[in-house]
Structures are given as C-alpha cells and as structure tokens.
Nanobody, 114 residues
Framework: QVQLVESGGGLVQAGGSLRLSCAAS????????MAWYRQAPGMQREWVAS???????NYADSARGRFTISRDGAWNTLYLHMNSLQAEDTAVYYC????????WGQGTQVTVSL
C-alpha cells in the first residue's frame, strides 16, 4: 500500500525559507508525476507544483520563482524548497501524484508570521 508522509513544516518569519519532504513508498516516484498541494484554513486544497518522471516542473503562479520542486536520486523522496515565504503561504502542505491517485497523508503545517 502506498504511503505518503510529509514533513519539514514549521513556523517561519516572512521572507524565510523551508524545505518540505515527502517520503513516498511503493516506488511511485519512478512511475508517476508528483505534485505538492496546500490547503489554507477555510479554503479548498490547491495545487502548488508538479514534477514529471522526466524532471519537467510546473508551478502555480503563486509559487513560481519562489518554490522549487525536486526529488532525490534514489527516487524515494519528493521535496519542495520554499523561499521568500509570505503570510499567504500559511497552509497544510500535502504531496500526491499529479492525478491525486492515493489517499492523502497528514500533511505538514507551514505557518508564516509577519
């Protein structure tokens, strides 16, 4: 059974940086385009960034230029490097395939203070 376990969130001041990690079992990084999503309080979950198995990346307008999605060479872990964080980035961050094929993990909370 595929498991997605997000980590790396925390409290950071505006302008700061964080690196989120997603440990994905079942070898899904090798066969699936992967994505990060986020859900702010009272809001719908939204897509943030994607990476294909070929390494092609795409970003939501809100993330482009500040966030970088990547994966490790062992194809076990997905990352989201976040720079220049803003209060509007406060949310629970999740990983999943681009098609949201699997059950959502618990996510990791990112809180950006002014």
């Amino acid at each position: 059974q595929v498991q997605l376990v997000e980590s790396g969130g925390g409290l950071v001041q505006a302008g700061g940086s964080l690196r989120l990690s997603c440990a994905a079992s079942g070898g899904i990084l090798r066969r699936s385009a992967m994505a990060w999503y986020r859900q702010a309080p009272g809001m719908q979950r939204e897509w943030v960034a994607s990476i294909t198995t070929f390494g092609l990346t795409n970003y939501a307008d809100s993330a482009r230029g500040r966030f970088t999605i990547s994966r490790d060479g062992a194809w076990n872990t997905l990352y989201l490097h976040m720079n220049s964080l803003q209060a509007e980035d406060t949310a629970v961050y999740y990983c999943n395939t681009n098609a949201m094929d699997y059950n959502w993990g618990q996510g990791t909370q990112v809180t950006v203070s002014l």
